[in-house]
C-alpha cells in the first residue's frame, strides 16, 4: 500500500488491516501508550475543513507511534490568502515530512496531492466522495462487537447492515458501500428518495439494495443500523425533505429503539441528537458510537504503521517519486 485513497480495497487486505489494527488496540490497556515504530518520522495533518474525530485521532495515533506529528489547518494557513492545494503541498512535502494526512471539502483532492508530492497520502475525508479509515474503523467496530476478542481473520460475513440517512451527500456512507461488502456483509441502503443515490442501470444504489422505510427494514431485524448525520451544509439550500418529516420517517426514536431488538446502533459522529436519533438509541447499551471513536486511533495507528514503518513502505515511497515536469501541471482550482 502506497497511499490510503479510498476504502475500495480486496478483502485480505481490509481484514490485514483491521487485524493489525487489533495488534495496536491493546496500547489503550496500557499505562504507558508509547511505541517507538515511527521514531524519526514526521507527519502533516492538513485539514481544509473541520474535524473532531479524525484529526484528533490521527495525532494521537501518530504520536503514540511515536512519530513528530504537526497540524495544518486551511483557517489560519497560506490557504487563506489563496495558496493552491498543489503550492500547499508541495511547500509541506519540501519540509522532508513522512507522510500527509489531508481532508478536503474536494472530491478527488487527496488522489491529486499524492500524484503531487511523492509521499504517501491519507484521505481522512474528502467532498462526498470517500472516507476510508471512518469505514475501516467501523468495520473494526462492528467485528469486534460481533466476534469479540477472536475477531482476527474474520470478516463480516452475512452480518445485515442497514446505513440510514442521507446516503446521498455522504462519504462516510460511500466507503462503507465499498469496504462493507468487501468483507461479506450485506448493506441495504435507507433513506428519503431524495437522500439516496441516482439507480444504476440494475436499479441499484451504489450496487446495494436501496429502500425508502425505515420501519420495514426495521420490520427484518438487521444486525446492525449505521444512522448518518444530515449534513445540512453539502445541501445548497435545498432541505427535502424538511426536519420534521426527517424525523417522521428516519429518526431512531425511542419508539423504533424498542422495537429494534439487540441490533448495534452506529453513527461515525458528530451527531444531531434527537434528528438522527434519540439520547436513549444513543447512549444505550447497543450503541457502539464510542466504541467507534477508540476504533479510530487504532485503525489510524494501523494505517500510519502500514505505510510509513515498514521497508516495504519505505520503498514503495521512494518509487513513488516522479520529476516535476511528470506532475500534473495545475491543481484544476482546489484550494
Ligand atoms: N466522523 C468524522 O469524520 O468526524 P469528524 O468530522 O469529527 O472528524
Do not use: C
Not at 281 to 297: E, F, I, M, R
Request: glycine share 10%; no cysteine.
Amino acid at each position: 500500500m502506497k497511499h490510503l485513497l479510498t476504502a475500495a480495497m480486496p478483502r485480505d487486505e481490509a481484514i490485514a488491516l483491521l487485524d493489525l489494527a487489533e495488534d495496536m488496540h491493546q496500547i489503550q490497556d496500557r499505562e504507558l501508550k508509547k511505541l517507538p515504530a515511527l521514531r524519526g518520522r514526521t507527519v502533516v495533518n492538513l485539514f481544509f475543513e473541520d474535524s473532531t474525530r479524525t484529526r484528533s485521532s490521527f495525532e494521537i495515533a501518530g504520536k503514540w507511534l511515536s512519530a513528530d506529528v504537526i497540524n495544518v489547518s486551511g483557517k489560519g494557513s497560506s490557504a487563506s490568502k489563496g495558496e493552491s492545494l498543489r503550492d500547499t503541498g508541495l511547500t509541506i512535502a519540501a519540509m522532508g515530512v513522512d507522510g500527509v494526512v489531508v481532508r478536503s471539502g474536494a472530491s478527488g483532492a487527496p488522489a491529486l496531492l499524492a500524484d503531487w508530492i511523492g509521499k504517501p497520502v491519507i484521505n481522512a475525508g474528502d467532498g462526498t466522495h470517500d472516507h476510508p479509515t471512518q469505514a475501516l474503523l467501523d468495520a473494526f467496530a462492528l467485528r469486534r462487537r460481533i466476534h469479540g476478542r477472536a475477531a482476527r481473520g474474520k470478516g463480516l460475513d452475512g452480518v445485515r447492515i442497514a446505513i440510514v440517512g442521507d446516503i446521498a451527500h455522504s462519504r462516510v456512507a460511500r466507503s462503507n458501500a465499498l469496504l462493507l461488502p468487501a468483507l461479506g456483509a450485506e448493506v441495504t441502503l435507507v433513506g428519503p428518495a431524495a437522500f439516496l443515490p441516482v439507480p444504476a442501470a440494475d436499479g441499484t444504489r451504489l450496487g446495494l439494495r436501496a429502500e425508502t422505510s425505515l420501519d420495514a427494514v426495521i420490520g427484518e431485524r438487521p444486525d446492525a443500523l449505521m444512522l448518518l448525520r444530515v449534513q445540512l451544509e453539502r445541501q445548497a439550500g435545498k432541505v427535502a425533505p424538511s426536519v420534521g418529516e426527517y424525523i417522521t420517517g428516519w429518526s431512531l426514536t425511542d419508539e423504533r429503539l424498542a422495537r429494534l431488538g439487540d441490533a448495534a446502533i452506529m453513527h461515525p459522529g458528530p451527531m444531531n441528537r434527537g434528528l438522527e436519533l434519540s439520547s436513549r438509541a444513543a447512549d444505550g447499551d447497543a450503541s457502539t458510537v464510542l466504541a467507534q471513536v477508540t476504533a479510530g486511533v487504532s485503525v489510524r495507528m494501523a494505517v500510519l504503521y502500514s505505510l510509513l514503518a515498514s521497508d516495504h513502505a519505505t520503498d514503495q515511497r521512494s518509487a513513488d517519486h516522479r520529476p516535476a515536469d511528470h506532475r500534473p501541471a495545475n491543481d484544476g482550482g482546489l484550494r
